[in-house]
């Protein structure tokens, strides 16, 4: 193989396309190039009709204001890229969260030994879902429906329901709330910084590892990859698993953000972490899409949210452009998918 | 895929590491494989005996027996749904038979999963192909085989040594000849019919240690590709590595096959040679029009 013919060969095959064939190529190697122009629009949009929305504290409040969905997106990704989808997101994040709260406090436990707890309560929620997808072969939609119904029930029973305030519990659990930076200024938060930490660290696997590649082999084939050796198993158990870990971690992060652990904090957490991932061009068929899509989702559907009410549009308009976008979303991806050479 | 085996595809003499003793088997089976060929000719490189498979009642294999030797090419003929897919796919560990027996050397092996049979050393052209149309050709050539970076980015980061196996492959197809797939970084799924079989055949090849099994392997090939595969068996054949051959197309088997198992109604309906019979004859077993006396 000669570089040079190669090269004269993908020229020929360029010079073949229609500039929206060209787009079509383009998409289909960078999936997240088109949530990032709808991000860039939003961003210039909101900045022309209220310059406040591009000011060092408002970029510092969305940060944070994003930092949970984003964190939860991070799993939801991870399970959507293998094909499957997780309806148990929030209830895993709200068991955690509550029972490292219960368990910590006015001083009950050790903070940490309350943390490490409610850690492990979410990995080994996530790995029944993986045992449950796995070794019962269930379909992940309706696993993940029932331990939705489970986990929250449980959440609930254990907690009688009510919130724990910060006050009533150790710094530990709160310290993810703390953060750096001038106060009016551009400000963040210690989870913030987690959930960039997650995203380098998860995005470094799927794309460097051979783990991350089974991850998409699996989610894109799951017969052919099996015949191709890959431990198809393991491969859905761990990811099922990790995205447990990243729900604990996002738990933790999210008693910092609300300054209380409450049962009802992330009503919304299952829809607006798949709306992220979804939007951020990744495909509900498995096999396609990037972390960084995720972020640049989970950034557009906060930015519409901060924005639209910035500029004193009703709450109800921007769950419609939401939907809108999501929608949008997945025809690009329909269409993206049928790319030919 | 270990550091030791790494550096042996870098050499490009594929024959030089370990040829102290044997000096019938100076060569390494496939390109990248570190597994030996049998020497021994007169004993099979991998049979079976008494392979059955239901699939609820449909019986898919009826007590089939084979053997391969090293250095042959065994076709395997019969109609659509004569249990050859089936048969392959017990040896390979894609299906587990209900009863029989396989060995591989002589040795008696179990295979689970279809990475079991990898690992000794028999890779399978499959007839869904099984590549993965997300990714791209060097990723599906070293598929559940990664190589990882030298040093602490690979061991401790497990970090992909991406370039190299991009490298690695491009030669490898080069060196079996393959014209049709040039840039190791196109995705499976912008590839023709032909070229993914020829994704799949090349890293069969390439990996192939003691045997290689192809399931109508030239079924999407033109004439041109088709008579590059029959080439790349006859020189994997030449290597020592023992070949089985799924194949509808007659002049092909009588072309490159040793000996020819007839596959019929889930069981075997009898061995033959394409020097004891002629294709009609073939045709004729396999369709139950003529009895092989026994
Ligand atoms: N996974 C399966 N489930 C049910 N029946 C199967 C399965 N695989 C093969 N069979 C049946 O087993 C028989 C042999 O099939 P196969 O081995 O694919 O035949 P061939 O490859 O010779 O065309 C056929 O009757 C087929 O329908
Ligand atoms: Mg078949």
Redesign the interface.
């Known amino acids: 193989?000669t570089a040079t013919?190669?090269t004269a060969?993908?020229e020929f095959a360029r010079r073949q396309q229609s500039p929206l064939q060209r787009i079509q190529h383009v998409l289909?190697g960078y999936p997240w190039l088109s949530p990032l122009f709808i991000l860039v629009i939003a961003f210039i949009a909101f900045t022309t009709l209220n310059p406040r929305f591009a000011s060092p504290s408002s970029m510092g409040l969305m940060l944070q204001q994003t930092a949970v969905v984003a964190a939860l997106a991070i799993g939801q990704t991870l399970i959507i890229l293998t094909a499957g989808i997780d309806l148990s997101v929030g209830a895993i994040t709200v068991l955690s969260m509550m029972v490292m709260a219960s368990l910590a406090q006015d001083g009950g436990m050790n903070g940490f030994l309350a943390l490490l707890i409610g850690l492990l309560l979410a990995v080994a929620a996530g790995y029944l879902n993986g045992v449950l997808v796995t070794r019962l072969n269930l379909p992940p939609f309706i696993v993940t429906l029932g331990t939705l119904s489970i986990f929250t029930a449980i959440a609930l029973l254990y907690s009688g329901g009510s919130s724990i305030q910060a006050d009533h519990l150790p710094g530990l659990l709160n310290s993810l709330g703390e953060g750096f930076g001038p106060r009016g200024g551009f400000r963040l938060t210690w989870g913030v910084v987690a959930v960039g930490v997650m995203y380098l660290a998860v995005g470094?696997a799927l794309s460097?590892?051979?783990?991350g590649?089974?991850v998409?082999?699996v989610?894109?084939?799951r017969?052919?990859?099996?015949?191709?050796?890959?431990?198809t198993q393991r491969v859905l158990l761990t990811v099922y698993t990790v995205a447990g870990l990243i729900y604990g971690i996002a738990a933790w992060v999210l008693i910092g953000r609300s300054g209380a652990a409450t049962p009802n904090a992330i009503v919304d957490a299952n829809l607006n972490s798949i709306t992220a991932v979804v939007i951020g061009g990744t495909s509900l068929f498995g096999?396609?899409g990037r972390l960084v899509g995720t972020l640049i989702g989970a950034l557009i559907v906060q930015s519409l949210q901060f924005g639209l009410s910035l500029g004193g549009v009703d709450q109800q308009f921007r769950v419609l452009a939401t939907g809108v976008l999501v929608i949008i979303a997945v025809s690009v991806d329909q269409w993206i998918r049928k790319?030919?050479? | 895929m270990s550091a030791d085996s790494v550096s042996t595809t870098d050499s490009t003499t594929v024959s030089s590491t370990d040829s102290t003793t044997d000096e019938t088997t100076p060569h390494h089976g496939g390109i990248f494989s570190t597994a030996q060929p049998s020497a021994d000719k007169t004993h099979p490189v991998l049979s079976a005996r008494g392979l059955v498979k239901t699939f609820g009642r449909v019986v898919g294999l009826d007590g089939v027996d084979l053997d391969l030797y090293p250095g042959e090419v065994l076709a395997v003929i019969g109609d659509n749904g004569a249990g050859k897919s089936t048969l392959i796919k017990c040896l390979t560990g894609a299906l587990v038979p209900d009863s029989g027996e396989m060995r591989l050397d002589g040795e008696v092996v179990h295979f689970k999963r279809p990475q079991d049979s990898r690992d000794a050393g028999i890779e399978t052209v499959y007839q869904q192909l099984a590549v993965i149309p997300a990714l791209d050709i060097a990723s599906n050539l070293y598929l559940a085989r990664e190589e990882r970076r030298p040093g602490p980015l690979g061991s401790v980061l497990r970090m992909l040594d991406k370039k190299g196996m991009k490298e690695r492959a491009g030669k490898a197809v080069q060196d079996l000849g393959i014209q049709t797939i040039q840039n190791m970084g196109q995705a499976v799924e912008t590839l023709s019919g032909g070229q993914r079989q020829a994704v799949a055949v090349s890293r069969a090849a390439a990996f192939g240690g003691k045997v290689v099994i192809l399931d109508e392997p030239t079924a999407a090939l033109g004439v041109k590709e088709g008579n590059q595969v029959l080439e790349m068996i006859r020189q994997l054949r030449d290597r020592g590595l023992g070949i089985i051959l799924i194949s509808h197309n007659m002049p092909h088997v009588w072309d490159v096959a040793d000996r020819i198992h007839i596959q019929r109604l889930g069981g075997l309906a009898g061995v033959i040679t394409p020097s004891s019979h002629s294709m009609t004859d073939g045709v004729a077993i396999m369709t139950g029009a003529m009895k092989l006396e026994s």
Do not use: C, N
């Open positions: 193989m013919q190669s060969a993908a289909h470094f460097q590892t051979a783990w590649r089974h998409y082999a989610g894109d084939d017969e052919a990859a099996r015949l191709s050796g890959v431990a096999g396609r790319v030919k050479a």
